[in-house]
């Protein structure tokens, strides 16, 4: 046992160690696009202190309620991401041991200044319907059937088909999509079974949500899971990434990035006449809430299926949905 031993051990290399072990936890407790995303911020933080001559490292929070102007006023920045930056800002003094308390009297104040004098209404992407996907399903397989060499398209085709109908579904988000496993996925009688081992709010991935993909009952054409199947069968995959890159050749590659399942979604949309203007990769997720939203949906049903930990954002798409039901409906006009 340590205890044991304890009084034979080297105290400085033992300290260095459990130092390196911090830092390693630290390292693996956010996602790599929120790293990026960090790494990116911080660079930009040091800038600014540099230029006005500020200690950036520990920063004191006269400098950082500076910079926090800055973000709104000068460079302009959305209020998501002044807070993002802010969250970067917090997370690198962790990163060095040192803290910084977001509920600081002048930050939590400056903040709510923002958001006063330049908070805008959320920049939403556009949720898909149920018709939309219908329509973009429907628009993939007239492509197909109209070209003389079917071969040239029929991986990207069934891949797509399987990405969109499994993503909106199953209310998934990107980065969940992109990091499918063909190990996560349990083929049942009534459908799927989808472990999601990471995801935002899980970034540890302790595989605590299993999601449910239930089998159509009007036929093949619209199943995700007829479609993940023929999807299977078509790249013969049977271990690692079920999502993938194809090359121009119709060679399936490595990994699908979460940007990338933003652009198919698009061109999809395009080719189906459907304005893609406000499309996002996030438009399968709130599509599908909103649609049930619109069926009747209990929060809690919608939040089983999307993996919603709080009823804030449920109830938006709730009220996104019963938008046009309101009091004039009983009006003879």
């Not at 049977?238 to 090359?247: H, P, Y």
């Not at 979604?265 to 438009?283: C, Q, V």
Request: aromatic residues 6%; charged residues 30%; contains cysteine.
């Amino acid at each position: 046992m340590i205890y044991e031993d304890i009084d034979r051990l080297d105290i400085d290399k033992l300290n260095k160690d459990l130092l390196d072990g911090v830092e390693d936890c630290i390292d693996v407790s956010k996602s790599n696009n929120t790293r990026k995303a960090y790494d990116k911020d911080w660079k930009n933080f040091v800038k600014f202190c540099k230029y006005t001559k500020s200690k950036y490292l520990p920063a004191d929070y006269p400098t950082v309620s500076k910079y926090l102007v800055y973000c709104a006023k000068i460079q302009k920045l959305k209020v998501s991401t002044i807070e993002r930056r802010l969250a970067s800002i917090i997370f690198k003094h962790r990163e060095s041991l040192h803290s910084i308390d977001r509920k600081h009297k002048l930050i939590k104040n400056v903040i709510e200044g923002i958001k006063r004098n330049f908070g805008t209404k959320p920049n939403s992407s556009q949720a898909l319907s149920i018709e939309d996907i219908k329509k973009i399903i429907d628009k993939i397989d007239e492509d197909e059937n109209n070209l003389k060499d079917k071969n040239k398209s029929v991986a990207r085709n069934s891949r797509d088909k399987t990405l969109i109908l499994i993503g909106f579904l199953g209310g998934f988000r990107r980065s969940e999509l992109i990091n499918l496993n063909y190990e996560d996925i349990e083929n049942d009688l009534e459908g799927l079974k989808i472990i999601i081992r990471k995801s935002k709010t899980d970034q540890r991935g302790s595989g605590s949500h299993t999601k449910g993909i239930r089998k159509s009952l009007v036929g093949p054409k619209y199943c995700p899971v007829f479609n993940y199947e023929s999807w299977l069968k078509v790249s013969g995959i049977a271990s690692g990434k079920v999502f993938r890159q194809i090359d121009r050749s119709n060679t399936i590659l490595d990994n699908l990035s979460d940007r990338a399942v933003a652009l198919i979604l698009k061109w999809r949309a395009e080719k189906a006449g459907i304005n893609s203007i406000k499309l996002a990769g996030h438009s399968m997720r709130s599509g599908i809430a909103t649609s049930l939203a619109k069926k009747g949906a209990t929060e809690n049903e919608i939040k089983k299926i999307t993996g919603h930990r709080s009823n804030q954002m449920v109830q938006r798409y709730i009220q996104d949905a019963e938008i046009f039901d309101n009091a004039t409906k009983l009006l003879d006009l």
